[in-house]
Every structure is written in structure tokens, then in C-alpha cells.
């Protein structure tokens, strides 16, 4: 595959200019929905980070003893709209194992704003501070700070900041500290179904001491959270898994706001058999590239770009808020392509991808949901990479290197 070498339209000026407007449009944006506040409420009928809602209302009614009413939806939705009388738009379920109910338990000891900012400013520090790394070069601050993934999550109040930041952060640990890796990989139990293709990576590469601490440290925060919650609750979060199930079939979860095959399908009037063995194939297919990516190189960027994008190839159940991860592929494949040269398309992909979590709920509420799409592509070019310096190298030997534009 020929290296790219001539001038790009995605130049350095662009990049320096674009997100500096994007951020400028988004704080504006922001400060006028907080002008529009009133008793906490937005103009729209929803509370003040809205998503971060169900996670003040589990913490409240854990903190009076009553942890297992989050797993009962009818006395969830009542405690939501004592908490927000003027609520008037929709109401969420409680679908976290028992693990993120002790993550959360401590947020209702502030009031709602304060416990919001602390979580939100919390989520951001991490997921800044493990993105930096990843980047490992100056110069990126303004693009970071202008994904919109990150503007998500912080308008939101979601959680996907803090599940990449334990992502990025396991990756970046794992050659020089495996067992740290393990440990921050192990907290990923929070969300578990994100987990899961990290373990088809460290087979792959024999990484078994961090697999072996990330067993254990999700086995003993979960035994932690069953003696504080009682193990009546991880019975309560497997019996919520089939409303969730339900939901996520029926589209009272929202399919506009999931970028996976199935919600793909489903947008598209695929019966539910069909879009489940849809989501199958495309989750076997990632599956297996992760294995390939894992095994025939070490680099850092490319193992971290394939695992991190596939991983939401695999799920059929993921939000736009969770494509906060995207941010670490996107930066990893942006420095291996400017050390290493560009391939044709690569930057455009780049661009969709960087775009995706702006766009793909927009364009999900006229049932073209891109997110397989976009992802797929970018799971391409980064075995695309792989493959190109594979055959570029001599037999045995593992690199992350293409050949150099002639």
C-alpha cells in the first residue's frame, strides 16, 4: 500500500484553527443552557447534566440504606422525580452492576451541582491526564480539548471519561507496569461488557500477570461492594440486565444514541434474531483483528488503536458518551502516521472518527446510524498499518513501522 505524499488539505493550519472554533462554539453553547437554568433544570425539561441524574439518585438511595430500590425501575423513577419535582421529560433505569453503585456512593453527600462538578472535573483530570500520555508529544491540546466526546461527557455528566481513562491508562501501563496495568483494567468492572475484548488482547500477547491482577482486582471490588450492598444486589443487577436487554430491543433505549451494528439494524426495521446475528458476525470479525494486531506487533499505538476501537465494534450495547474512548485511536494512529507516514484515506477516517460522536446520534434520528461504519474503517487502517509493516519487516520479527514514502 502507497504512503500518501502529497500536501494534504488536512494541514497543520487547519488543525490549529478548527478546534479552537469548535471549543469557542461548545463554551458558548454550554454557558447559554446554564443561563437558561432554573431549580436546577434545564430549558428542555431535564436536569442539569442530565445523564448524571440516575447516578445522584442511586447514591442517595444507597447512602439511606435502601441500595437495592436502584434495581426496582418503578421506586428509581419515584426517587428521580422527588429529587427533580420538575421533571418532565424521561426518567432512566439502573442497569450498573453493584461495583459502579459503590463508585457513586458517595455523591449525594454533596449538593447536585457540587457533586456534579466534582464528578465531571474528576472524569476530565483522568481521561486528560492519560490522553496526554498517550500523545506523548506537545501541540495537541486544543484538538483534545475539542472532541467532541469529551463535550459529551461533560454536559451529560456521563461516565465515559472515567471508563477511558481507565482504558487508556491500562494500555499505556501495561510494558512497564503490568501489574498496575491489571489493577486499573480490574476497575473496569464498573462496566464490565467493555472489558471484555482485553482479555482476548492479553492472551495474545502471554500478558498474563496484568490478566492475572485484573481478575483479582475485579473479583475483590466486587466482593466489596457485595459486603457493603448485600449479595442480594448482584442478583438485582442480573435480573435488571434482562430490562436492559428489553429495552435495548425494543428502542425505549434510544438506537440513535448507540453506535453499534445492532442499533444499526434495528434503526433499519432488522427483526431482532437478524440484528443480533448481525452484531455476532461483526463482533467475531473485531475479535479476531484484535487477535491479529496483538500478535503480530508490539506497538504500543497500533495494540491500543485496534483494542480500544474494537472494542465497540463488539458491543451491542454502547452510547455516544462512551465514544470518549475514540480519543486515544485517534491519537495514537495521528503520531504513528507522522512518524511513520500517512496511507491514503487514513487522515479522512481520522476526521469521521474525531466527528462521530457529534454527528452519529443527528444522524441516527433519520435512521442512518454511521457508527459501524466509522468504526469498522478505523479498525482498517490500523490493521491496514499492521500488515504493511509486517510484510515490510523481516520474518519473525514484531513492529509497529511502515515503509517510509520513497
Keep these: 500500500m502507497a504512503a500518501s505524499t502529497s500536501r494534504h488539505w488536512l494541514n497543520a493550519e487547519r488543525l490549529r484553527v478548527y478546534p479552537r472554533i469548535m471549543v469557542v462554539v461548545m463554551v458558548v453553547v454550554t454557558a447559554a443552557y446554564a443561563v437558561a437554568t432554573h431549580d436546577q433544570m434545564l430549558a428542555t425539561g431535564r436536569p442539569v447534566g442530565t445523564d448524571f441524574m440516575p447516578f445522584y439518585a442511586a447514591s442517595t438511595l444507597a447512602l439511606e440504606g435502601r441500595a437495592l430500590l436502584v434495581y426496582d425501575l418503578e421506586a428509581f423513577v419515584r426517587t428521580q422525580q422527588v429529587l427533580f419535582p420538575s421533571l418532565t421529560s424521561a426518567v432512566y433505569g439502573w442497569f450498573y452492576p453493584p461495583t459502579f453503585l459503590l463508585l457513586v456512593l ?139 436487554r428489553l429495552a435495548t430491543e425494543l428502542g425505549l433505549l434510544p438506537w440513535n444514541k448507540m453506535p453499534s451494528t445492532f442499533a444499526m439494524l434495528r434503526l433499519l426495521g432488522t427483526p431482532v434474531g437478524w440484528a443480533y446475528a448481525g452484531q455476532a458476525v461483526v463482533a467475531a470479525a473485531a475479535a479476531i483483528v484484535v487477535w491479529l494486531v496483538w500478535r503480530r506487533t508490539a ?91 509486517r510484510a515490510a519487516e523481516p520474518s519473525g520479527q514484531l513492529s509497529g513501522e511502515l515503509p517510509q514514502p520513497g
Aim: net charge positive; with cysteine.
Design 106 to 244: 458517595p455523591l449525594a453527600l454533596l449538593p447536585l451541582l457540587g457533586s456534579l462538578a466534582l464528578f465531571v472535573t474528576a472524569g476530565a483530570a483522568a481521561w486528560w491526564a492519560a490522553l496526554r500520555k498517550a500523545i506523548g508529544r506537545p501541540g495537541a491540546g486544543w484538538l483534545a480539548i475539542a472532541f467532541p466526546g469529551f463535550w459529551i461527557c461533560v454536559t451529560q455528566g456521563q461516565n465515559g471519561l472515567l471508563t477511558a481513562a481507565l482504558a487508556g491508562g491500562s494500555l499505556l501501563l501495561l510494558k512497564r507496569h503490568p501489574a498496575l496495568s491489571g489493577v486499573l483494567l480490574g476497575l473496569l468492572i464498573i462496566k464490565p461488557h467493555l472489558a471484555a475484548l482485553f482479555a482476548v488482547a492479553l492472551i495474545a500477547a502471554r500478558a498474563w500477570r496484568t490478566l492475572l491482577v485484573a481478575a483479582g482486582t475485579a473479583a475483590a471490588f466486587l466482593a466489596l461492594s457485595l459486603a457493603v450492598f448485600g449479595g442480594e444486589s448482584l442478583t438485582a443487577w442480573f435480573d435488571s440486565l434482562q430490562v436492559a
Design 299 to 389: 506497538s504500543l499505538p497500533l495494540r491500543g488503536a485496534a483494542l480500544m476501537t474494537a472494542t465497540f465494534l463488539a458491543n451491542p450495547y454502547a452510547f455516544d458518551y462512551d465514544l470518549a474512548w475514540l480519543a486515544f485511536p485517534i491519537a495514537w494512529l495521528a503520531v504513528h502516521g507522522l512518524e511513520h507516514g500517512w496511507l491514503r484515506g487514513d487522515r479522512e477516517v481520522l476526521l469521521a472518527a474525531w466527528l462521530l460522536p457529534a454527528v452519529g446520534s443527528a444522524l441516527g434520528l433519520a435512521h442512518v446510524q454511521i457508527g459501524p461504519f466509522v468504526l469498522g474503517a478505523l479498525l482498517w487502517i490500523t490493521l491496514r498499518r499492521v500488515l504493511a509493516a
